[in-house]
């Protein structure tokens, strides 16, 4: 019996062992995506918080798995069958169904608590935008003006707006603040960077709506893309759009290239990038070709055919 159970022992010594060691053989990479837990990486100052959260929910959910499971093995070890007697049956232990109540309640109020932290701290207007950006939403398109600069032709605010051939790109400045504004001219829509980690309801009549307004503040240059979140009819998957972070300067580069092409120009979005040395063209999605042309294919069943 003694030797039987020191043998149970070496052999999980050993399985820990090798545990150790395979995981120990794991990438920085790998450790990085183990401590998100999943989580992705964003890609502005905003999201790091989101993704703050993520990971301290995540390690407070393991500490109660360890728990649970812990408990678990204990009783499963400690009050294993060992003869047909039937043990102590106990019943109303008091004190511990005051502490499986109380402790879920308060592990909910701390999560609460720090959800709430954390959503203030992405919805945050104070600190002063460096620029902003309007946003119209309407199907199935997106329109980005830039209030900071205007077409000396019109004085109207420069912007660029998608077409059926080329995908609505918006440019932010990597490291400032940017102030969305975002509006819709028929339905809802919603404004989505999957890589922001962040997406706001697009309502028609803005004014009425006391958040149509976030900022974000982007940290890493690149192209993402952008959707709209919100089913908003036939061509809403199509609904697509880039964002492009740029360096402030190559930003400050882009609105005069707009102001200097103007309103008029339908190139200016393709002209104004190249002329930062941008990619003219969206390069994280594309036009969706509808194929609507195309004849049914004749090779069908033809029982299918009818
Ligand atoms: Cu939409």
Same mark, same amino acid.
């Given at each position: 019996m003694g030797r039987g159970r020191s043998g149970r022992v /070496?052999? $999980?010594a050993a399985g820990s062992v090798f545990l150790m060691l395979t995981l120990g053989a794991c990438s920085t990479e790998d450790w990085n995506k183990a401590f998100g837990f999943g989580w992705p990486a964003g890609i502005t100052e905003q999201s790091r918080s989101v993704r703050e959260l993520w990971t301290w929910s995540a390690v407070a959910a393991l500490v109660v798995g360890a728990l649970v499971w812990a408990l678990i093995f204990w009783a499963c070890i400690v009050y294993r069958r060992r003869n047909s007697e039937l043990p102590r049956q106990t019943k109303y232990n008091l004190p511990i169904e005051a502490i499986y109540t109380v402790a879920p309640f308060l592990i909910v109020v701390v999560l609460f608590y720090y959800t709430a932290v954390t959503q203030n701290i992405v919805t945050d207007l104070k600190p002063p935008p460096d620029t902003t950006v309007s946003v119209t939403a309407f199907k199935w398109n997106w329109q980005f003006s830039? +209030? @900071?600069?205007?077409? +000396?032709? /019109? @004085?109207?605010a420069v912007y660029t707006v998608g077409s059926t051939t080329e995908i609505p790109i918006v440019v932010v +400045? !990597?490291? !400032?603040?940017?102030? #969305?504004?975002v509006s819709s001219n028929d339905v809802i829509h919603a404004f989505?960077?999957? @890589? /922001? $980690? #962040?997406?706001?309801?697009? #309502?028609?009549?803005?004014t009425k709506? !006391?958040?149509n307004q976030f900022q974000l503040k982007p940290e890493v240059l690149g192209s993402y893309r952008g959707r709209c979140a919100e089913f908003c009819g036939t061509y809403h998957s199509q609904m697509n759009f880039e964002m492009r972070v740029v360096s402030p300067s190559d930003y400050q580069r882009y609105l005069n290239a707009l102001a200097s092409f103007g309103n008029e120009d339908s190139d200016r979005q393709a002209k104004a990038l190249t002329a930062i040395g941008q990619a003219p063209q969206a390069t994280t999605t594309h036009p969706f070709d509808t194929e609507r042309e195309r004849r049914a294919p004749s090779e069908r069943p033809a029982e299918a055919q009818d």
């Open positions: /070496t052999r $999980l830039y +209030p @900071d600069r205007q077409d +000396p032709r /019109t @004085d109207e +400045p !990597q490291g !400032q603040n940017v102030r #969305f504004q989505w960077v999957p @890589d /922001t $980690l #962040f997406k706001r309801d697009v #309502f028609p009549a803005p709506n !006391q958040n």
